[in-house]
């Protein structure tokens, strides 16, 4: 749910970064935050176990510049994977502007991704919101494994929406920021329509 | 979709205002005001060494996950929060059942005082947030954004 400011003209919108256990969200998040230049990030939070699984969310507030006198902020947050988390996912979904799923690509991981990409399909609709209109993108994620299914197999299993999708690793910032800007520019999209 | 909360010069000034007087009013140390989305609203009293964007995500979490406990235990929200530190205090307070009002204080102030000034404040504030509301639930009241072009979009993205 963004946030329109006239008073300090600011525009705050949420991202929220979806996915099953061990895809990468939190490493794309960490990724962003290294290459983001100082002025346009705040501090990135991760509230994790001491395994450094993720345990509530990461959050990683981000500056991207002013669309005609409005600055515009997004805030990027990650769900905790694992599937017996599921009461703090649907916490983290409230206000939600724009989904990124992330997909793990190793086939071994389909089951996962699938079981994920429905959990998320239920979560959003106790929200009130619809994975079929919201913004949304898909990232498929560990391309650089030996073991991963091919993106037409992802395409037809993970994104019959069709919606934008990107190819991903993570760890070395391969596909990260086109994804992250895909689903700004959706949401602003979204925003210029009105809500 | 929910639409998402729009704030106005007006009501800002209002709102910084109340904020203002129950920092001197509670003598707390900061007192800031959050979206239950995480989005900060407004904040008052020595606030300028605080990270105030951590602290409104991660109040918005926290009271997330208390109102996720209260539903399990057959309550409907716990609205009032008391954090007790060693030497700063946290005392969080959810206003017309959208905004959450965090007050930070230390020995200088006491929970009594601190709980008392809050129900002044947030019945203000709850009047505020409700004009607030019907502004924006008024027709013809146009998204500020409808006027954006793509290219605008696309220019935030061109670098």
């Known amino acids: 749910m963004s946030f329109i400011n006239y008073s300090s003209r600011e525009i705050n919108c949420k991202i929220v970064y979806y996915g099953p256990g061990l895809c990468g969200k939190t490493t794309n998040l960490q990724y962003v935050y290294a290459k983001t230049n100082p002025d346009a990030k705040g501090k990135m939070i991760s509230l994790a176990t001491e395994t450094e699984r993720t345990l509530f969310f990461d959050f990683l507030p981000l500056s991207l510049g002013e669309i005609r006198g409005f600055k515009t902020r997004f805030h990027l947050y990650t769900v905790p994977g694992q599937v017996f988390y599921d009461a703090s996912r649907k916490l983290i979904l409230k206000g939600v502007d724009g989904v990124v799923f992330v997909a793990d690509s190793q086939i071994e991981r389909m089951e996962a991704n699938l079981e994920s990409v429905e959990n998320l399909r239920v979560n959003l609709g106790e929200q009130g919101y619809d994975l079929a209109k919201i913004p949304y993108v898909v990232q498929y994620n560990k391309r650089d494994l030996p073991n991963i299914a091919t993106v037409e197999e992802l395409h037809r299993l993970i994104n019959p929406r069709n919606v934008p999708e990107f190819q991903a690793v993570a760890p070395t910032g391969v596909g990260v920021f086109d994804t992250l800007k895909a689903v700004a520019k959706l949401v602003l999209t979204e925003l210029k329509k009105g809500s | ?159």
């Open chain 2, 1 to 159: 979709m929910n639409s998402g909360l729009v704030m106005y010069e007006e009501e800002f000034r209002l709102i910084a205002g109340i904020c203002d007087r129950l920092t001197r009013d509670a003598n707390a140390k900061v007192v800031f005001l959050v979206d239950k989305n995480g989005q900060l609203i407004a904040s008052s009293g020595q606030a300028q060494n605080l990270d105030t964007t951590s602290l409104a995500s991660l109040t918005a979490g926290n009271v997330a996950a208390m109102g996720g406990l209260a539903k399990l235990i057959g309550e409907k929200e716990f609205p009032n929060q008391f954090h007790e530190g060693e030497k700063e205090s946290l005392h969080m307070s959810i206003v017309g059942g959208r905004v959450v009002l965090v007050v930070i204080f230390d020995a200088k102030s006491s929970l009594g005082l601190v709980r008392l000034r809050v129900k002044k404040a947030g019945e203000e504030l709850a009047k505020v947030f409700e004009v607030l509301a019907k502004k924006q639930a008024t027709p013809g009241a146009a998204s500020p954004f409808a006027e954006i072009t793509d290219d605008d979009i696309d220019n935030l993205f061109s670098e």
